[in-house]
């Protein structure tokens, strides 16, 4: 038998083995046990198994944990943490740049961030249920611990602020008008129609494609761009990588973006969807597709099985609802993401993806903040809850601005900054450092060497003598008094002054740099010694508390410092003052002051008039002969008392004292009207307009500025002003070295003709090299000169020498005594109709000098009229084709050429000569062309350069007038009209002959809502009327979203059928009291008599003038048109004409894009409503002035081809008709008389 511990060991033995055998090592002491060596052997052997020696266990020891600290609470391993590891092992951390709102939303909504309701719920504890027995119901009671609510309640304030931050970011840049572009292999499609790139659009819209490809698709790896209109054009064959050449390829392709007809969305997509290697589709549409949203809608899904290429559809500047509603229909259907721009609407952008996700997260979060609310007061739902541990009195009076968060040190104590330089306003600095005072001023500069203009009569001559230098040795300049002077230009002169004035402009810079930043940012520049400063602390301001006192702060540390006296009165309902008077600003009493506004609460109004009595009227101030210099005025909105009644004692508690007012405006949001409202509200504009005056008033300055910068600033604009007329003097410059480059050139030109000239002629010279002596005169001619000559009114005027004939005889040359003829003026043989100056000679005490005063002065009036420049805004405005054409018709802009053509004074005459007893033609008929206008024979005395500067300003015109041809005819105006009036009724009628028209009349009228109804903030209402009468709502209604939603709803609904009830439709419209125009829209007669209607109408229209517009609907009926032009008409109104088949956008596009070449082709459509008619037929106007423009131009070249001496009786050529007359050269018609200007080229008349 083996001893007790032999067969322990054997057990032990053979359970290592049967563990060994099964894999499990687990036991505590198998690895022990294998450990062991096993080299010595006790005992012999029995049945060859081999007995070990066992070692005895250690005795368990317990460690001392009496003086031992317990670890922190992150080196714990939780039993979570594994979890939490493997949940993020497979995630990829991104950028919140870089994530859409969806994306950037799953680890930052409220329910992830876990402030839902219902994590509220879960910290409350359930108490004993209480029985109520009015309602006999059982109510729960749940008990939460103040601690828990008031750190849920700021979380989710700081959650909001958070989606606020988020969403400024998103309306930053480019994001702004795109929307964030997800994806690194990026396909853009542009929409290039005519809708989007016409109007005035085309600029602003490549601009913003550049800064898109400047912010966010330069940071893509590929990129592919396409325009497409009626047809689609590539930018690359295929998809490029990004580097600098593909983005100024980019760049390029989008400047010569283009109108090209139409918007064949359909084409496009489908070239985009067989590009490879893409993974984001970026859709910029304008305008209304030409393919309907169903079919667009299906296409993009079917295409987009299988595939992951998200459509990021960009509705840009479109008001068009039906295009917002098909780019978010497509955007969703693609699993991509809808972004919405408008430059008018701030809310249309809020619609988008990304924005309207971060808004719902906000309202989520305020709907549990209005929870928190009602827990407060004790309930929630249905159930009673209590807060623990709340002292609900001590929490009432904690001022709210202690819960405001506060940038790092914001109660620390002041580093006060000593100023190196006492500060000037920007009127004082410049005095010194402006272009006057550096003797830049341009015509400081060009004083010395410039010279007036001189115009003086010559008596030797008998001629006004104008001086000529400048045309060979100056440049003519305007000076700034209004007058040309010649100008000797020194171009080293020039090159150095442009040197200086950049220099110059770089100092003016860091000028604006300076005022706008530190504290001059938020108050401007502090730059009297004795300052008082006014603190706006009204209870809308509380939420601003913070940035008021850290203002305050920058403004003590940094411009305080150096004054001589100071005071700080904060004013609500009460004005309290930091000090009885004003004292010097020592460290100490700034770190006072600091305190005291650490400790400043905003409460009340704005009590502005007591603390400015405060500061004017003090006493103990007045006694120490300490008087206040600059009042600064620092508030966000205007005073409690009328702005009259604060300017008034303003400017007489200044006056005479130096008192100088300075406001600062702080620009903040609009007041919640749940919020507090302050005792007087006006918007920004006017509150800015207050304060502006209330400063001018006392010769102060006016500071505006916000949290992004400076709004405006009288200081800056000061040397912005200085820096505009820098750059105005540059440009001057320029201009004056230009002209004398020119004149080099000229000159030079001049100098290599004469050298050609001058170059020996193959042919024989003549023998006799002398010159031709001058012709000799008739004794005619003579005898006129001699009668002029004259002074004795008593020598008769009768001829000493008559020829005996018609025909001119040589008389003998004339005596040697008299003048050469060359002296004469040519001009004597015409005939002038001018007055002579009239002169009175007197003698001077200055050695017998003689003076002269002129009695009477020649009228120089011209009777030629320029063309003048023709301007027209590039934006359309809200008004009747009626008031558009007073403002920018062909007469208004001086461009009717028969105003210019028949209003000439130089015509064609025959005047009986009784010396000769004949009757003899005008000379110089051959050098103008005739024209007869009104039976009249005129002399077409515009140039030919003049003629080809009023074709170019008409074609302009043209163009002009075609564009506004297309916003009539564009969106809801093409059946409504132009909706002119702000208080307006829309009646619909719904008979049962607008049956097939109903789908037509329902999106036109959702158009004309959106499109014109809410963007002129109209107030509307909609009548419809068949055999009945009904109003969408009693009175007219602002045309708000909610309004137009509504609308468009009731519009959604309308049934055609029965009569048309039109008389008892407009008795319902004329019941608004407050009715200025009512838009009426039929497709036919009325049921009641037309006569009656009339009748009707204007009795209910007696003293209330409003204007009746009537819409033909598809009518055909002649009738019924007439019907509706005279209720228009009777009432003041317009009459407008919808056609079914109307081809005038074909009209327009086809001139703008081939031009005026012809007169007649294309056609002018015939308009029958008001508006397109006047501007139709103005249209056809300024058509027929092209065309005979034309025709005198031909006329000039037909005219330099014929000799001037050309025979009299020549044959009659005749040209187009103006206004009845005809155009013919200088042919059989009588030779002209006239009555030239001076200022006509010698040249055309010798």
Known sequence: MSSPEASDTEDDIGDEEMNEENGDTSEPGAKRRKSKVRSKKSGPKKKGRTFLAIEPKPEWQFL?????????????????????????????????????????????????????????????????????????????????????????????????????????????????MFGLVKGNKVAVVIDSSDANCGFGRLSNFQEALIHLIDEQLSG????????????????????????????????????????????????????????????????????????????????????????????HTVAFDCSNHLTN?????????????????????????????????????????????????????????????????????????????QFLPRPPGHSNPLRIEMPKFLAKTSEEWLKQNG????????????????????????????????????????????????????????????????????????????????????????????????????????????????????????????????????????????????????????????????RWVLGLQCGGSRNFLEAYRMTVENEEELKHHIEVEG????????????????????????????????????????????????????????????????????GGRFHWFRETGVIESDDVQEILAEIDRAINFSQKCAMLVESVKKKYKAKELEYYEEQLQALPSSVTPSKNKNTLPPPKMNALSLARLKISESQDESVPKALTWRPSSAKDSIAPSPPKGNRPTSAKDPMMKVKSTYKKTTTQQFYTDDKNGIGVVFKRYPNMKSVRKEIKLAMIPEKEEIMTTKEWLRLYGLSKLKLDLTKLVGSQDCRHVQGEVRTLNKIVPAKY?????????????????????????????????????????????????????????????????????????????????????????????????????????????????????????????????LVASGNTCTLDALDRAFEDEDLEAIYLLTDGKPDHST?????????????????????????????????????????SGRYHRVHSDFDAHR??????????????????????????????????QARRFLTQARSFMELFKDHQTRPHDRSRTSTTTTQPVINGGWVNGAGSSPKLSSTMTPTRPKSAVQ
Not at 478 to 490: F, M, P, S
Not at 492 to 512: A, C, D, N, P, W
């Open 64 to 176: 001392n944990t009496e003086e031992s600290e317990e670890p922190h609470e992150l080196t714990v391993t939780h039993v979570n943490q594994t979890w939490s590891l493997n949940k993020g092992k497979n995630n990829t951390a991104s950028k919140a740049e870089e994530q859409t709102s969806e994306e950037w939303l799953q680890n930052h909504s409220v329910e992830e961030s876990k402030l839902t309701m219902k994590d509220l719920v879960a910290k409350g504890k359930p108490g004993k249920p209480t029985y109520d027995r009015t309602t006999g119901k059982v109510q729960q009671h749940l008990t939460f611990d103040a601690k828990d609510i008031n750190e849920f309640e700021y979380r989710l304030h700081m959650q909001i602020e958070h989606y606020t931050k988020r969403i400024k970011w998103m309306l930053n840049g480019s994001k702004r």
């Open 220 to 311: 893509k790896q590929k990129l592919y761009l396409v325009k497409f209109g009626s047809d689609m054009e590539k930018c690359w064959q295929h998809v490029r990588d990004i580097n600098h050449r593909t983005l100024d390829e980019a760049k390029d392709f989008v400047a010569n973006l283009r109108p090209s007809g139409g918007c064949n969305l359909l084409k496009a997509m489908k070239h985009i969807y067989r590009l490879q290697d893409i993974n984001q589709i970026v859709l910029i549409l304008g305008s209304v597709p030409d393919q309907s949203s169903e079919v667009l809608t299906d296409y993009i899904l079917q295409m987009g099985v299988g595939k992951h290429e998200p459509l």
């Open 325 to 401: 509603l098909t780019l978010k229909t497509l955007a969703a259907e693609s699993r991509g993401r809808y972004h919405c721009y408008t430059s008018t609407s701030e809310e249309q952008i809020y619609t988008g993806s990304d924005i309207s996700l971060l808004l719902k997260e906000i309202k989520n979060a305020q709907d549990v903040i209005n929870k928190i609310k009602e827990m407060r007061k004790g309930m929630m739902g249905d159930a009673l809850v209590s807060i623990e541990n709340e002292i609900s009195m001590e929490v009432t009076q904690v001022p709210q601005s």
């Open 435 to 594: 272009l006057k005072a550096k003797h830049l001023d341009l015509y400081q500069v060009l004083s010395p060497n410039a010279y007036s203009f001189k115009e003086e009569f010559i008596p030797v001559i008998r001629k006004t003598v104008q001086s000529q230098v400048h045309e060979k040795a100056m440049a003519q300049f305007h000076w700034q008094d209004g007058t040309v002077r010649n100008v000797h230009v020194d171009l080293t002169q020039m090159f150095e002054y442009q040197k200086h004035l950049g220099s110059t402009v770089k100092v003016f810079e860091k000028r604006i740099e300076w005022l706008s930043s530190g504290s001059r940012k938020i108050f401007g520049s502090i730059v009297e010694k004795n300052v008082v400063l006014l603190i706006d602390l009204s209870l809308p301001n509380a939420n601003y508390l913070i940035h008021i006192q850290h203002s305050l702060r920058l403004l003590l540390e940094q411009q305080i410092s150096n004054r001589e006296y100071f005071n700080i009165i904060g004013f609500t309902s009460r004005a309290e003052m930091w000090r009885p008077t004003m004292v010097k600003p020592t460290p100490e009493n700034l770190q006072s002051a600091w």
């Open 631 to 698: 009042v600064y005025l620092f508030t966000s909105g205007v005073p409690d008392q009328p702005h009259d009644v604060c300017a008034q004692y303003v400017e007489e508690s200044c006056s005479g004292r130096g008192i100088k007012l300075h406001t600062a405006l702080f620009n903040v949001d609009d007041y919640d009207s749940a919020g507090a409202i302050p005792g007087r509200y006006a918007n920004i504009t006017k509150t800015a307009e207050s304060l502006r005056n209330l400063a001018h008033s006392t």
């Open 925 to 1053: 008929c051959d050098i103008f062309p005739h024209v007869n206008i009104g039976g009249t024979i005129k002399h077409l005395q515009l140039l030919p350069h003049e003629i080809l500067e009023y074709q170019e300003m008409l074609e302009k015109v043209l163009r002009r007038y075609l564009k506004r041809l297309q916003f009539l005819l564009s969106g809801s105006r093409r059946v409504f009209g132009v909706i002119c009036h702000k208080r307006v009724a829309i009646l619909i009628d719904t008979s049962g002959s607008m049956d097939q028209h109903m789908e037509e009349l329902r999106k036109e009228l959702a158009s004309l809502i959106w499109d014109q109804l809410y963007k002129l903030g109209a107030k509307f209402n909609l009548i419809r009327f068949s055999h009945t009468c009904e109003k969408w709502e009693e009175k007219m209604v602002d045309a708000t979203e909610s309004a137009c939603h509504d609308a468009i709803r009731w519009v959604s609904k």
């Open 1091 to 1131: 006569s009656m209607v009339l009748r009707e109408v204007a009795k209910m229209n007696t003293d209330r003038h409003v204007a009746v517009n009537t819409i033909s609907f598809n009518c055909t009926d002649s009738t019924a048109n007439n019907f509706l032009k005279m209720l228009a008409a009777e009432t």
């Open 1147 to 1180: 009209f327009a596009h086809k001139l703008l894009t081939e031009g005026f070449k012809e007169a007649e082709y294309p056609h002018l459509p015939e308009f029958d409503g008001d508006d397109l008619r006047r501007l139709g037929t103005e249209i056809a």
